[in-house]
Structures are given as C-alpha cells and as structure tokens.
C-alpha cells in the first residue's frame, strides 16, 4: 500500500522568539498501515490532563491552524489534538488524534496518524500491544523529556481564507450598493424621485419613491379634481 501523509500546520509556541510563525509537521496515515483507524478509550486522553495539569513538562498549547489530509482535502480543525513527545531516551513520538466527544478529557479519539515512521513498522508488528506500551509511556511522567499539546486555534486558515473570500465579495457588493446611492439625482437618494403634475391646472400632485406603490391612474389633483396626470 502506497504511504499516505497528513500534513499539519501549526504555530511553534515552544519558540519564544517566533510565536506567529508555522511549521508544517508530516504524519504517516494509519489507514496506509490498517483498513480502519484504531480507537483510544478515553482513559488515556483523561490520565493526559492529568499529567498536563500536575507536570511542568507536559503542556497544553493553542497552535494548529491547518490539517491537509493524504488526497489534499482541508479537514476542519476543531476535534484535532497533535501530541508531541520526547522520552527521557530522545525518541520522538508524534500523534494525531481526532477527538469523537464534547470534551477533550472525556471523550474517546481516533488515532489518524503518527511519525516518526520507525513507529509504523512497531504497530505493524505487534498491533494493539504496541499501542498500549507507547501510550502508557506517554503517560509515565517519569519517562518522559517533554509532552506538548497542540490543539486547534480558531479557525482553520482554509476556512479563514474561504471567510476572506466571502467579505470581499460582500465588501464588493458593498461598494458597488454605495456607488449607487451616491449617483447624483435631483433628491440625492438611491431610487429616483418620479412627480406628476396635473393636465389642467400644473399644480405638482406628489412624489412617488417606488413605481409599484402608486398607479398613475390613482392619482386625483386636490386642487381641481383632474385625474388625467403628467410625469416629468
């Protein structure tokens, strides 16, 4: 099966010096590896808040903005969490999981992708057991160098850039409904002003804002009673 990669963007909070700035993370998909992505109970995502709350080494941080998955497709960002991980041996680990409940420490979640590919042949070769040593390390606090968090911050730059998109073309409408209404006319408003006066005596019977409001033929001259009316 050809490899398939996810390709996550994400701000680098644990750079001081360049805190708006994105990296592009490359994660192995698990559906080049199996025929269905493996579920974790939540457990593991709880005992993880756990260690995050009460180690200084575990973090929490609000920095991806983009996941592109193995066909190009933008997913939406919300239920996304990448963890990143160094054990006290320098291994790196690099999970993405996608969140299936309203909580972040209740819910179970999906691991979609990891990196670094070392650890694709692991889960090969030994399926769930592997799975359950490698997260159970995560969780030793003991073991670990460093743990980091990276969850969705606001919206995705694709939906940011589809939300762009939209206001300027509002923002075009916009323009374009002002330029209406700052074209001269003899009231100075948007729909022109129509008068009729009558045949007979001139005198100026009204003014008329929408044609489908008033039919000329409704028209009667207060003065001497004419309907017949002229518009000018």
């Known amino acids: 099966m050809v ?10 909070p644990w750079d001081g010096l360049n805190t708006n700035q994105l990296t592009q993370v490359k994660l192995l998909s698990l559906r080049s590896m199996f025929d269905s992505f493996p579920v974790i109970e939540k457990k593991f995502f709880s005992d993880l808040a756990k260690n995050t709350a009460n180690n200084a080494h575990y973090s929490w941080n609000l920095s991806i903005k983009r996941i592109v998955g193995p066909n190009k497709e933008d997913y939406d960002i919300t239920n996304f969490n990448l ?5 006290n041996q320098r291994r790196i680990y690099q999970f993405l999981f996608q969140k299936v409940g309203e909580t972040r420490e209740a819910s179970q979640g999906v691991l979609v992708a990891l990196a670094p590919p070392e650890l694709a042949k692991l889960l090969v070769d030994y399926e769930s057991s592997a799975i359950v040593r490698i997260l159970s390390l995560l969780n030793d606090s003991s ?16 939906e940011e850039s589809q939300l762009f998109q939209f206001n300027k073309k509002d923002a075009d409408k916009y323009k374009y409904i002002n330029t ?12 022109p002003t129509v008068k009729f006066r009558c ?5 100026e019977i009204s003014m008329v804002q929408n044609y489908a409001v008033v039919g000329v033929e409704n028209l009667v001259c207060p003065r001497c009673g004419q309907k017949k009316m002229t518009r000018y």
């Open 199 to 203: 045949s007979i005596c001139n005198n």
């Open 3 to 12: 490899n398939q990669f996810f390709s996550i963007h994400t701000l680098t």
């Open 83 to 87: 963890v990143w991980a160094m054990d």
């Open 180 to 191: 209406l209404k700052n074209m001269p006319n003899i009231q100075g408003q948007w729909f």
């Open 143 to 158: 073991k670990i160098s460093f743990l980091m968090i990276l969850g969705p911050k606001g919206k995705s730059i694709a």
